[in-house]
Protein backbone atom coordinates (compact mmCIF):
# COMPACT_ATOMS: atom_id res chain seq x y z
CA UNK A 1 0.00 0.00 0.00
CA UNK A 2 0.94 3.56 -0.65
CA UNK A 3 3.25 4.94 2.45
CA UNK A 4 5.48 7.91 3.26
CA UNK A 5 7.67 7.77 6.28
CA UNK A 6 9.45 10.62 7.58
CA UNK A 7 12.47 10.62 9.69
CA UNK A 8 15.32 13.05 11.03
CA UNK A 9 13.54 14.88 13.39
CA UNK A 10 15.02 16.04 17.05
CA UNK A 11 15.90 18.47 19.10
CA UNK A 12 17.69 21.61 17.76
CA UNK A 13 19.25 25.03 18.74
CA UNK A 14 18.17 27.92 17.66
CA UNK A 15 20.36 28.85 14.38
CA UNK A 16 20.61 25.20 13.97
CA UNK A 17 20.37 22.89 11.43
CA UNK A 18 18.33 19.30 10.62
CA UNK A 19 17.64 17.28 7.72
CA UNK A 20 14.24 15.93 7.16
CA UNK A 21 13.48 12.80 5.11
CA UNK A 22 10.37 11.16 3.79
CA UNK A 23 10.49 7.61 1.91
CA UNK A 24 7.68 6.59 0.20
CA UNK A 25 6.87 3.30 -1.65
CA UNK A 26 3.43 1.44 -2.83
CA UNK A 27 3.66 4.04 -5.83
CA UNK A 28 5.43 5.68 -8.42
CA UNK A 29 7.47 8.13 -6.08
CA UNK A 30 8.84 9.89 -9.60
CA UNK A 31 5.50 11.02 -11.06
CA UNK A 32 3.97 13.03 -8.27
CA UNK A 33 4.95 16.43 -6.54
CA UNK A 34 5.16 16.35 -2.84
CA UNK A 35 4.79 19.06 -0.36
CA UNK A 36 6.08 19.68 3.44
CA UNK A 37 3.18 20.77 5.60
CA UNK A 38 4.15 21.52 9.34
CA UNK A 39 1.99 21.77 12.42
CA UNK A 40 2.72 23.39 15.70
CA UNK A 41 1.83 21.71 19.24
CA UNK A 42 -1.48 22.82 19.37
CA UNK A 43 -1.90 24.80 15.79
CA UNK A 44 -3.12 24.34 12.97
CA UNK A 45 -1.39 23.50 9.48
CA UNK A 46 0.56 25.21 7.54
CA UNK A 47 2.22 24.72 4.25
CA UNK A 48 5.73 24.71 4.14
CA UNK A 49 7.47 23.43 0.82
CA UNK A 50 6.34 22.22 -2.77
CA UNK A 51 8.30 20.17 -5.21
CA UNK A 52 7.44 19.42 -8.82
CA UNK A 53 7.54 15.58 -9.87
CA UNK A 54 10.69 15.60 -11.75
CA UNK A 55 12.64 18.43 -8.90
CA UNK A 56 12.49 21.27 -11.72
CA UNK A 57 10.01 23.74 -9.74
CA UNK A 58 10.39 24.39 -5.71
CA UNK A 59 8.10 26.65 -4.00
CA UNK A 60 8.09 28.25 -0.40
CA UNK A 61 5.95 29.69 2.21
CA UNK A 62 7.41 33.24 2.85
CA UNK A 63 8.35 31.73 6.45
CA UNK A 64 10.83 29.54 5.78
CA UNK A 65 12.17 31.48 2.08
CA UNK A 66 15.97 31.33 2.13
CA UNK A 67 16.46 29.16 5.62
CA UNK A 68 14.58 25.63 3.62
CA UNK A 69 15.64 23.98 0.64
CA UNK A 70 13.15 21.35 -0.18
CA UNK A 71 14.60 18.51 -2.68
CA UNK A 72 14.03 14.82 -3.36
CA UNK A 73 15.98 11.89 -5.13
CA UNK A 74 13.86 9.75 -7.31
CA UNK A 75 16.03 7.24 -7.94
CA UNK A 76 15.97 6.78 -3.86
CA UNK A 77 12.09 7.60 -3.53
CA UNK A 78 12.87 9.71 -0.74
CA UNK A 79 12.04 13.41 -0.08
CA UNK A 80 14.07 16.00 1.78
CA UNK A 81 13.52 19.45 3.70
CA UNK A 82 17.25 20.85 5.34
CA UNK A 83 16.08 23.14 7.48
CA UNK A 84 18.79 25.96 8.12
CA UNK A 85 18.69 28.87 10.41
CA UNK A 86 16.20 27.04 12.92
CA UNK A 87 13.94 29.50 15.35
CA UNK A 88 11.94 28.76 18.03
CA UNK A 89 8.77 29.11 15.60
CA UNK A 90 10.27 26.39 13.38
CA UNK A 91 9.02 24.01 16.48
CA UNK A 92 6.28 21.47 15.16
CA UNK A 93 5.81 18.11 13.39
CA UNK A 94 6.76 17.98 9.76
CA UNK A 95 4.42 16.22 7.66
CA UNK A 96 5.37 14.72 3.90
CA UNK A 97 2.93 14.63 2.27
CA UNK A 98 1.87 13.60 -1.75
CA UNK A 99 -0.01 15.93 -4.82
CA UNK A 100 -2.99 13.22 -6.41
CA UNK A 101 -1.95 14.26 -9.85
CA UNK A 102 0.62 12.10 -12.28
CA UNK A 103 2.66 14.42 -13.28
CA UNK A 104 0.67 17.49 -12.60
CA UNK A 105 -0.26 19.06 -10.07
CA UNK A 106 -3.74 19.31 -7.80
CA UNK A 107 -2.59 21.58 -4.97
CA UNK A 108 -3.90 19.02 -2.80
CA UNK A 109 -2.76 16.32 -0.60
CA UNK A 110 -3.91 12.86 -1.02
CA UNK A 111 -1.43 10.80 1.21
CA UNK A 112 0.49 12.01 4.37
CA UNK A 113 2.95 10.61 6.43
CA UNK A 114 2.46 9.89 10.39
CA UNK A 115 4.71 13.15 11.03
CA UNK A 116 7.97 13.68 12.55
CA UNK A 117 8.63 16.18 15.48
CA UNK A 118 11.35 19.02 15.21
CA UNK A 119 11.99 20.82 18.44
CA UNK A 120 14.17 24.16 18.37
CA UNK A 121 15.00 24.85 21.98
CA UNK A 122 18.08 25.96 23.85
CA UNK B 1 -1.00 36.02 3.14
CA UNK B 2 -3.48 35.15 5.66
CA UNK B 3 -4.74 32.19 6.74
CA UNK B 4 -8.59 31.41 5.61
CA UNK B 5 -10.73 32.10 8.39
CA UNK B 6 -12.91 28.97 10.22
CA UNK B 7 -14.97 28.91 13.43
CA UNK B 8 -13.14 28.02 16.21
CA UNK B 9 -15.48 25.51 16.89
CA UNK B 10 -18.46 23.98 15.78
CA UNK B 11 -21.30 20.89 17.70
CA UNK B 12 -24.06 18.45 16.66
CA UNK B 13 -26.12 15.95 17.44
CA UNK B 14 -25.96 12.53 16.17
CA UNK B 15 -27.57 12.51 13.10
CA UNK B 16 -27.74 16.07 12.67
CA UNK B 17 -26.21 17.82 9.73
CA UNK B 18 -23.64 20.46 10.61
CA UNK B 19 -21.39 23.07 8.05
CA UNK B 20 -18.27 25.02 8.74
CA UNK B 21 -16.81 27.72 6.81
CA UNK B 22 -13.76 28.41 5.10
CA UNK B 23 -13.86 32.32 4.07
CA UNK B 24 -10.46 33.54 1.70
CA UNK B 25 -10.36 36.31 -0.49
CA UNK B 26 -10.53 36.68 -4.28
CA UNK B 27 -7.57 36.28 -4.46
CA UNK B 28 -7.66 32.65 -3.23
CA UNK B 29 -10.96 30.46 -2.61
CA UNK B 30 -12.47 33.67 -4.50
CA UNK B 31 -10.24 33.05 -7.68
CA UNK B 32 -9.53 29.12 -7.39
CA UNK B 33 -11.38 25.88 -7.62
CA UNK B 34 -8.62 24.46 -5.56
CA UNK B 35 -10.30 24.18 -1.93
CA UNK B 36 -9.86 20.83 -0.52
CA UNK B 37 -10.61 19.52 3.10
CA UNK B 38 -8.77 17.81 5.89
CA UNK B 39 -10.26 15.43 8.86
CA UNK B 40 -7.58 14.70 11.80
CA UNK B 41 -7.47 13.45 15.02
CA UNK B 42 -6.00 13.91 17.85
CA UNK B 43 -2.24 12.89 17.11
CA UNK B 44 -3.38 11.61 13.50
CA UNK B 45 -2.13 12.64 10.14
CA UNK B 46 -4.39 14.46 8.25
CA UNK B 47 -7.06 12.72 5.53
CA UNK B 48 -8.07 13.82 2.71
CA UNK B 49 -11.85 14.81 2.62
CA UNK B 50 -12.77 17.14 0.04
CA UNK B 51 -10.54 18.24 -2.66
CA UNK B 52 -11.29 21.10 -5.78
CA UNK B 53 -14.50 22.22 -3.95
CA UNK B 54 -16.76 19.58 -4.16
CA UNK B 55 -14.70 16.50 -4.82
CA UNK B 56 -14.98 13.58 -2.68
CA UNK B 57 -11.86 11.05 -2.76
CA UNK B 58 -13.10 7.20 -3.45
CA UNK B 59 -13.75 5.70 0.28
CA UNK B 60 -15.04 8.84 1.90
CA UNK B 61 -18.19 8.77 3.32
CA UNK B 62 -20.88 10.29 0.68
CA UNK B 63 -21.92 12.52 3.96
CA UNK B 64 -19.11 14.56 3.30
CA UNK B 65 -19.73 17.22 0.99
CA UNK B 66 -18.60 20.84 -0.17
CA UNK B 67 -19.31 23.81 -1.75
CA UNK B 68 -17.99 27.27 -2.80
CA UNK B 69 -20.26 30.85 -3.05
CA UNK B 70 -17.84 34.02 -3.78
CA UNK B 71 -14.98 34.17 -1.20
CA UNK B 72 -16.26 31.29 1.31
CA UNK B 73 -15.64 27.43 0.81
CA UNK B 74 -17.91 25.08 3.38
CA UNK B 75 -18.13 21.55 4.38
CA UNK B 76 -21.37 19.99 5.21
CA UNK B 77 -21.59 16.72 7.00
CA UNK B 78 -24.57 15.11 7.58
CA UNK B 79 -26.23 12.05 9.35
CA UNK B 80 -23.33 13.24 12.13
CA UNK B 81 -21.43 9.99 13.64
CA UNK B 82 -19.57 10.06 16.55
CA UNK B 83 -16.04 8.80 14.62
CA UNK B 84 -16.90 12.45 12.46
CA UNK B 85 -15.77 14.04 15.85
CA UNK B 86 -12.28 15.81 14.72
CA UNK B 87 -10.78 19.01 13.82
CA UNK B 88 -10.86 19.90 9.79
CA UNK B 89 -9.41 22.16 8.02
CA UNK B 90 -9.93 24.01 4.80
CA UNK B 91 -7.04 24.66 2.35
CA UNK B 92 -6.86 26.28 -1.21
CA UNK B 93 -4.13 27.45 -3.84
CA UNK B 94 -3.31 30.97 -3.46
CA UNK B 95 -1.95 31.79 -6.46
CA UNK B 96 1.94 32.20 -7.32
CA UNK B 97 2.19 28.30 -6.41
CA UNK B 98 1.73 28.88 -2.87
CA UNK B 99 -1.34 27.35 -0.39
CA UNK B 100 -3.08 28.87 2.51
CA UNK B 101 -5.07 26.77 5.03
CA UNK B 102 -7.45 27.86 7.26
CA UNK B 103 -7.05 27.55 11.14
CA UNK B 104 -8.86 24.53 11.83
CA UNK B 105 -12.41 24.14 13.01
CA UNK B 106 -12.71 21.44 15.90
CA UNK B 107 -16.15 19.46 15.41
CA UNK B 108 -17.86 18.07 18.76
CA UNK B 109 -20.14 15.64 18.48
CA UNK B 110 -22.81 15.64 21.37
Known amino acids: QMQLVESGGGVVQPGGSLRLSCAASGFTFSSYAMYWVRQAPGKGLEWVAF????????YYADSVKGRFTISRDNSKNTLYLQMNSLRAEDTAVYYC???????????????WGRGTLVTVSS | QSALTQPASVSGSLGQSITISCTGT?????????VSWYQQHPGKAPKLMIY???ERPSGVSNRFSGSKSGNTASLTISGLQAEDEADYYCCSYAGSSTLLFGGGTKLTVL
Open chain 2, 26 to 34: SSDVGIYNL
Open chain 1, 97 to 111: AKDSLILGIGWYFDL
Open chain 2, 52 to 54: EVS
Open chain 1, 51 to 58: IRYDGSDK
